[in-house]
């Protein structure tokens, strides 16, 4: 009996999408494979990390990823400065946390101001996310996309509650947009199709179906990103084509693991790397389940993630 | 793959004599097919066709143990390639790897880490697996040593033998036999002695070739040697490789039933980077690798490597669960406070283990719902006030506190006014929304 490679060969293919301006412009998407598995397909752009951002100091991280960041963090310039400059960032992400109602109630225009100088500093490209307020990220993102015109940004999240004015405003400002859903791939498919539905190109749109940090749901979150990298490329339906995110901080550095100290824990060992690891190791069980796009906080899982797209990719 | 009605049929003696109760031999053979009857319910079956049935009825991927006693590791028996599909079903092993070249105080050392590395996390116990002696002194005699101290110090751990020297691993083999060590390995050259020493021992045997047309020919060898407990090494390293040669040998075995290839899989991931090792090994554990060598066993590495495994092999329909009923922590008494939540065996274990971090007596009453967390098992009708309200009651716990107060998780604090209603004479208190602020509640009451 004879070796054959088993190849699969797709009709669909990811959507590509590019964002940034400039020579900093940075491709996301475009391949007709399984997640790296180039002996079949093309693969034209590798997964992309952006630095997270705060617009206020991040007093509700654990101290493993404050402390990197705690001589920049009290300003979102500097902060963006920073990572662009110092950790060699290709892209950012700037969370408008403040404006939660809870958060600080931070206006629009605030949020603005902060977007504008932020920009003004950097020249790699930049995601704008909202404070997950359903209600309040309706207006703060519209602003946010006004105040961004031009620099063809990422922005989100953009959710069944208050997809219309957010999408409207990407639109109108040219930008690609994040559409966020909980978990669940119908879910993902419908939000999906109710944006392309207000006439936004479905090759500016990028999939958030959720993130769930290694031991908290991963598996879910997990699944269901394999099964949408498998509906638009077996099936070919184009309204699960666009690029997947997977917003891997935030959800990571919250949980016990990355937060209980080695004497709490005795059996966990020590919480520097096992926090980093944490973080590293959701973000490459993402990137292996069709990830595109993530979102991270501590530079050294960046790094290692980074260098083990290197040697998928290699 | 299963073969057709028609391609058994062809196999039979054809001859309708009715002995194995069907009609005609194509009948029987139609019903073979489906499975669920056994080809020896025919007694004149050639052998020659209870070979090729024999073989084409086998699991795509050979199922056997890493190992030998009660912790030994299953390994291979696969059916799916995602597994949204269906459940992964054997979790791979975890190997460290060592140089006998390591001295005897740093062997046992190691040896000692691996024998407790055991974390009990969400109530199933995890632990590294197995351990990789490899052959660094070029001292046969030093190996055998080597390995012996280590089997010894590690009593639970199954034994990789990693030595392409015949005659050091023939050694080593013997002594440790009754552990039935994995025989790390036999290339092209080395096949016939390597499984000599496999078939005397009665131990599986890794094949190891570059790339996986070399890798086919080479298990066909061995298996034609007489060792049918093959692991596969298609000589990946980097992490690309890694998913490619494991993706294709799993497809491979599953959608083609090319036998060369139905065996399970090791990947050695070494790196000197220790979170980049674990990234990498992240990659093998989802990609379809039986067993993971690492280098290191730090237990933080540890932590994170058997959380991944953990998730990737839940059983995608069934959440992990509890079982139902009243879970006394820290000796509760009459007057200690009663709390509930859902039977989603993550929701369990956090919040049972805030309770008896705040050291505080109390009673948790976990409910059956279906094994999913708070949220999800209100939104889907499975913890409503009638249904929390039904299981207080039977539970028979009111007999046994003495203030009816039942605390109930505050991400569901909206239920508590219908449950004061369905509750007579309880009290309904609402609890913090993270399990994390349990103790300072517990405390301050
Ligand atoms: C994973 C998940 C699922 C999984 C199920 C996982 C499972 N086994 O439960 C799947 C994909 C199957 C699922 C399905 C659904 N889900 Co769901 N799911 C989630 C998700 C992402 C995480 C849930 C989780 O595992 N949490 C972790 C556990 C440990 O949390 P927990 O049980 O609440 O426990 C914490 C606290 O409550 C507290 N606590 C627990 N017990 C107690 C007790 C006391 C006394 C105290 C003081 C504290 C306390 O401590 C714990 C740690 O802090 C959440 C969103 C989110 N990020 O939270 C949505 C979420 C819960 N799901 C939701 C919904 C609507 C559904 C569906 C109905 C529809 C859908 N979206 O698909 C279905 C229903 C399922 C069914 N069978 O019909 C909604 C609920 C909305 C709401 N507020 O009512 C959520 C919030 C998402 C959302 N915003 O839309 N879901
Ligand atoms: S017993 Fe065997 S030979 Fe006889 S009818 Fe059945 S299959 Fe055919």
Redesign the interface.
Known sequence: ??????KESFNGKVLALDFGSGDKVLALGGESSL?????EGQIPNRPVIAYEIQDCPPDDWPETVRNVYKEVSGDPVGWAKYCQDTLKAKAIALRLVSTHPDRGDRSAADASKIIKDVLAAINVPLIILGSNHIEKDATVLVAAAEAASGRNCIIGKAQEGNYKTIVAAALAHNHKLIAMSELDINLAKQLNILITQMGFDKEKLITDPMCSA??????YT??VM??IR?AGLAQNDATMQPPILGDVGMYVWKI??TVASETDVP????LQ??G???E??TA??MV?AGTNLMIMRHP??IE??G??ID???? | MALTGVQIFKLLPKTNCKKCGFPTCLAFAMKLAQGGIDLSACPDVSEEAKKTLGEASAPPIRTFALGAGDSAVKMGGETVLFRHDKKFINPCALAVNLKDSLGDDGLAKMAADVAGSEIDRVGQKLRVDAISIEYASGDSAKYAAAVKLVADKAPHAALILNCRDAAAAGAAAKAVSERKPLMYCATDETAETMAAIAKENGLPLAACADGLEALSALTEKIKGLGVEDIVLDSGAKTAREIIENNTQIRRAALRKSFKPLGYPIINFVLRDDPVLEASVAAVAIAKYASIVVVSSIEKWKNLVLFTLRQNLYTDPQVPMQVEQKVYDINEPTADSPLMITTNFSLTYFIVSGEIENSKVPSRLAVMDCEGLSVLTAWAAGKFTAAKIAAFIKESGIEAQVSNKELIIPGQVAILSGALEDKLEGWKITVGPREANAIPTFLKGR
Do not use: C, Q
């Not at chain 1, 009996?1 to 088993?6: A, K, L």
């Not at chain 1, 040697?311 to 290699?314: D, I, K």
């Open positions: 009996m004879s070796f054959v490679v088993p997640p790296f598995l180039s002996f290694l031991g908290y749901g991963l598996e997990y699944s394999e099964r498998l016990k693991e059996d966990w060992g020590t790397e096992r980093i690891a944490w590293a190791m490459t069980a292996l050294r899982a290692t993630v260098k083990t040697e998928l990719t290699a």
